[in-house]
């Protein structure tokens, strides 16, 4: 069954064509990679799943068309982003507490919010980092906390925008585990060769605005 | 929240439009603190009224901007809407009607004269009608760094929205709030840090060199004294 | 909640340019070095923040901050408000220069008052006494700025009266609101461990 699709998606930024009709699905549990050169549409391609971005075309969440805003709202809540940069995503005060925002906004109660956390800091191994300020963390805790804070969210999808970069060899072990071990659909903007071969994915080329398998 | 496309720059809403904009901007500050002073202190709706013709000149200078001026003196000010439907319904009708008009005209003066110089010339106009240096200084790092600011707001609200967040009457709301701006500030902390790195490694000791000095021309002597004149004459007639 | 061009008397606007200039003294002498750009920096937050519609029930409202601004930056609240007033006035016209003295003091002076309310709580940096500040800070600073801007209205003239009250009463939700995000932002500043005195 499909998650998310996409049919003839045409984005213009600034008056510049930046994604000239995309097609594209997603099954349950699939996981893809997107690839491609900088500037090609990669980032704006995800921004716009997330209707971060006004488009033409059709996005469908599980064969519901998204249009509006509160269509996007609901998509939200069950599709993750974890963005290119980390420090443009965390906002909390500390990673706990930045784990906590995703189940604490879906309104689910205090004690099951604090098992999710702590189940996810077990996972990515970051318990030691439990109450440090995130603006404090390496640029690779950074990363994994992105993920995991995307994570507590429960989300059948997750898009993620070059999440390897500047990872150590161990965080990189860390988060290739992750990424086998996971229910949810994924869709990983890479430039990581080694990555790609060694999950030997589907993999998706973004080249000028359009998107072909490779 | 404001979500302005990204890539905006914050500027002044008549920049560079029309004549008025080729003037120099330390005689429009000058001019426009003379004339809304002026209506300002208005006691009657002829006084102000008598200034209405020369509002509607400096507006026919920019008359290709008229949604953008109309947008800003209808529905910009929601405290004026507040003042004014309050005294009509409530209070003394004349009053409101004044304050109206008032408020009307010398928002008409400050668009027209202020805005229609970008905020450099201004802030450098302010330094040679010798507004103390450091205040400049907080305004200019102010400016310089207000894009940045709202940028990061607004990436701080799509991450939240990523995640679920929906903003309602609600503590967990109003705490996601707060997190946004306890964000703002440490970011804009440490940015400020890495400002004052960055100004004192170049030598900064406090002031800005300006490198474009203003200079009185034809244009500008003569709208100052077509304007001095029309002040001069409405004063006299209508005021004293 | 700032004063429209053209409301009020020349006496009152005068009035409010001398006690701002007075306060932007004060507040200028205590910032040097890298307190400028720190000082612009934050005076750009207030001014984003501010721009926030936050929800209450079926509509919303802006945030005053003048509270949380004041307990943060002690004087130098007068230039970072002075300023971000100065920047509504010129890019959205809210305000406006006549009253750019009386909007400043009415932001500006509460945020003086609730810094030194506020600073010993923030200084002993429990929880509770965290809480206790960011309260105090949105109870002095929204309701002293309502009740200036009431009292300026009033002193208008008799029929004013009604707009006085309304405007008054207007500022309740945003002190309530407030309350809880300048709790929240100290503990976030706390959490942090981020200096609260910036």
């Known amino acids: 069954m499909e998650v998310l699709s996409v049919e003839d998606l045409r984005v213009k930024l600034e008056g510049r064509e930046v994604l000239k009709g995309v097609n594209f699905s997603l099954k349950k549990g699939e996981k893809v990679f997107i690839t491609g050169p900088n500037g090609a549409g990669k980032t704006t391609f995800l921004e716009t799943l997330m209707g971060f971005v006004p488009f033409e075309g059709e996005i469908l969440f599980k064969g519901k068309h998204l249009k509006s805003e509160d269509d996007f709202a609901l998509l939200r809540g069950r599709v993750g982003y974890v963005f290119q940069n980390p420090d443009d995503q965390l906002f909390a005060p500390t990673v706990e507490e930045e784990l906590a925002f995703a189940p604490l906004v879906k309104g689910i109660k205090r004690e099951q919010v604090k098992e999710i956390v702590e189940r996810t800091l077990r996972e990515f191994e970051i318990k030691h980092l439990r109450n440090k300020p995130t603006y404090k963390l390496s640029g690779g805790e950074k990363r994994i906390v992105s993920v995991a804070c995307v994570v507590t969210m429960d989300p059948e999808v997750i898009l993620l925008d070059e999440p390897t970069t500047g990872l150590d060899r161990n965080k990189w072990e860390k988060l290739v585990e992750f990424f086998e071990r996971t229910g949810s659909s994924l869709v990983v903007v890479t430039h990581d060769t080694k990555l790609m071969e060694r999950l030997g994915w589907k993999r998706y080329v973004m080249e000028d605005g359009k998107l072909c398998s490779a | 929240m404001d979500t302005a496309t990204e890539g905006e720059k914050v500027e002044t809403p008549l920049n560079g439009e029309g004549l008025l904009s080729r003037l120099d901007p330390r005689v429009k500050i000058v001019l426009f603190l003379v004339l809304a002073w002026t209506v300002a202190l208005a006691g009657n709706l002829l006084q102000v009224f008598v200034f209405l013709p020369l509002a509607l000149l400096f507006y026919s200078t920019a008359y290709r901007k008229t949604t953008t001026i109309l947008k800003l003196l209808l529905f910009a000010d929601f405290f004026l809407l507040f003042v004014v439907l309050t005294q009509l319904f409530l209070g003394s009708p004349y009053e409101g009607i004044l304050i109206f008009f008032k408020s009307t005209v010398i928002v008409l003066f400050s668009l027209l004269l202020l805005t229609t110089s970008s905020v450099f010339d201004l802030l450098h106009a302010l330094h040679h009608l010798k507004v103390p240096n450091k205040l400049l200084q907080i305004t200019f790092f102010f400016y310089r760094y207000l894009f940045t600011v709202r940028e990061q707001l607004q990436l701080a609200e799509k991450s939240a929205k990523s995640r679920g967040f929906i903003p309602k009457t609600s503590i967990q709301t109003y705490k996601t709030y707060a997190y946004f701006m306890g964000n703002l500030l440490l970011k804009s902390y440490f940015k400020s840090e890495n400002v004052y790195k960055a100004l004192i490694s170049r030598g900064f000791k406090g002031y800005f060199p300006v490198f474009r000095h203003f200079e009185l021309r034809k244009l500008d002597i003569l709208f100052s004294l077509f304007t001095i004149i029309y002040w001069g004459v409405a004063v006299w007639k209508f005021y004293l | ?198």
């Open chain 3, 1 to 198: 909640m700032h004063i429209s061009e053209g409301v009020l008397p020349g006496w009152c606007l005068i009035t409010g340019w001398v006690l701002t200039s007075a306060g932007l003294y004060v507040g200028l002498r205590s910032i040097n070095g890298r307190k400028i750009p720190r000082t612009a920096l934050l005076s750009a937050v207030f001014f984003v923040a501010s721009l926030i519609h936050v929800p209450i029930g079926v509509t919303s409202v802006h945030l005053l901050l003048n509270g949380l601004a004041g307990a943060l930056l002690g004087w130098a609240v007068f230039p970072a408000l002075f300023v971000a007033l100065l920047f509504q006035a010129l890019l959205f016209q809210f305000g406006g220069i006549t009253v750019l003295g009386v909007n400043t003091f009415n932001m500006a002076f509460p945020g003086v008052v609730a810094y030194y309310v506020v600073r010993p709580l923030l200084r002993k940096g429990t929880t509770g006494s965290l809480i206790a500040a960011g309260v105090l800070a949105a109870l002095i600073g929204v309701f002293l700025a309502a009740t200036f801007v009431s009292a300026e209205l009033m002193s208008i003239g008799s029929s004013f009266t009604k707009t006085a009250e309304l405007a008054f009463l207007a500022h309740i939700p945003v002190a309530a609101i407030e309350m809880v995000i300048n709790s929240f932002v100290f503990l976030y500043l706390k959490k942090s461990g981020i200096p609260l005195e910036v």
